[in-house]
């Protein structure tokens, strides 16, 4: 005997989304640790001219002395720490936005860096690091040279056979 079974569209939909909101309940849930320490990853802009590969790292509330850069075969990497103001109970805050703990970034850099010319610096929350090309990857500009005079080319006109 065959029976039927009446359709309900959203009810799979309506499933998942429970599923989803229990993930997220439990993921909150006595973890007093999520609201001040989270995975921070500050964002950076990468850009190069014929001189330069030039990172700028968005690292405000972290000390010059407590960032970490290193260059070690072909790779760059930017280690800091941004610690939460203990000064606040955590039960005070209305909402907290800002990321904080450590965080780690590494970049892949070309061979035309050369690793005996990098320079950092640290300006209103900025991490500037410059690392120059090698003079051999640098564009060179060729001059084309000008004739004094014109060349004419002739043409050769087809023999006959």
Not at 23 to 52: A, C, K, M, W
Not at 81 to 89: D, L, S, T, V
Not at 90 to 107: Q, T, V
């Amino acid at each position: 005997m065959a029976y039927l079974t009446r359709f309900e569209p959203f009810r799979d939909l309506a499933n998942f989304q429970n599923q989803i909101n229990r993930i997220f309940q439990d993921y909150g849930r006595g973890s007093d640790e999520l609201l001040t320490s989270g995975t921070f990853v500050p964002p950076v802009d990468v850009y190069e001219d014929e001189h330069n590969i030039t990172l700028k790292l968005e690292v405000s509330g972290i000390e010059e002395k407590d960032l970490d850069i290193k260059l070690e075969n072909n790779t760059l990497t930017v280690r800091g720490e941004r610690n939460f103001e203990k000064e606040e109970k955590e039960e005070n805050f209305h909402r907290i936005e800002r990321r904080y703990g450590a965080f780690a970034r590494s970049f892949t850099l070309p061979n035309t860096v050369d690793p005996e010319n990098v320079n950092a610096s640290y300006e209103n929350g900025i991490l500037k690091i410059q690392l120059a090309k090698r003079a051999e990857a640098k564009p060179k500009q060729i001059k084309v040279g000008a004739s004094t005079a014109p060349k004419t080319i002739e043409a050769k006109k087809p023999q006959a056979a």
